[in-house]
T-cell receptor
Framework: RKEVEQDPGPFNVPEGATVAFNCTYSNSASQSFFWYRQDCRKEPKLLMSVYSSGNEDGRFTAQLNRASQYISLLIRDSKLSDSATYLCVVRDSSYKLIFGSGTRLLVRP | DGGITQSPKYLFRKEGQNVTLSCEQNLNHDAMYWYRQDPGQGLRLIYYSQIVNDFQKGDIAEGYSVSREKKESFPLTVTSAQKNPTAFYLC???????????????FGPGTRLTVL
């Protein structure tokens, strides 16, 4: 079983749609959680950290459920520029980052 | 401009040759990392270094070597012992290196290595 699992997609949605991605992690001792965005053939960039109480940054909302060991990312009012791969990332107790394989999002006009 | 640079962007190597990938940062970050990414897969940690002159193996260190002689530089050598070296190699750095201190990892633009 992978340490961090994501649906690879692609999620193909129209502009303006709301889309949600889920991610599960296997290590209950994981310390911190993040969503990174990676454009095609580029490096990953931090989109947002995920806090226990849930957090929002503009059109993006992240939720964490420690009991079920899953993390979610909700994108509202999708833009064409949101098309990318979204990586779920977990920091373990040794301060290393564990990356999911990513969920690909395609936003169409 | 502050940031992380990796060179070259594209690299072609003949089978059996060693090759060194460069990673330099001028962010004054303590910790540096090397990952590889294969198509459809997440990043996997090769080596990391939390301070100068010290580094640890990651999850897939076999066939790779590193050095950390200067704070700003963390070169990765892909040796001929690495069986499947063709991949996208990403270097990252972050400010905090002590336990209890965690800061965002920033990534360089990556090097695409192809073994011919």
């Amino acid at each position: 079983r992978k340490e961090v699992e994501q649906d690879p997609g692609p999620f193909n949605v129209p502009e303006g749609a709301t889309v949600a991605f889920n991610c599960t992690y296997s290590n209950s001792a994981s310390q911190s959680f993040f969503w990174y965005r990676q454009d095609c053939r580029k490096e990953p960039k931090l989109l947002m950290s995920v806090y226990s109480s849930g957090n929002e940054d503009g059109r993006f909302t992240a939720q964490l459920n420690r009991a079920s060991q899953y993390i979610s990312l909700l994108i509202r009012d999708s833009k064409l520029s949101d098309s990318a791969t979204y990586l779920c990332v977990v920091r373990d107790s040794s301060y290393k980052l564990i990356f999911g394989s990513g969920t690909r999002l395609l936003v169409r006009p | 401009d502050g940031g992380i640079t990796q060179s070259p962007k594209y690299l072609f190597r003949k089978e059996g040759q060693n090759v060194t990938l460069s990673c330099e940062q001028n962010l004054n970050h303590d910790a540096m990392y090397w990952y590889r990414q294969d198509p459809g897969q997440g990043l996997r940690l090769i080596y990391y270094s939390q301070i100068v002159n010290d580094f640890q193996k990651g999850d897939i260190a076999e066939g790779y070597s590193v050095s950390r002689e200067k704070k700003e530089s963390f070169p990765l050598t892909v040796t001929s012992a690495q069986k499947n070296p063709t991949a996208f190699y990403l270097c990252a750095s972050r400010l905090g290196s002590r336990e209890g201190s965690y800061n965002e990892q920033f990534f360089g633009p990556g090097t695409r290595l192809t073994v011919l």
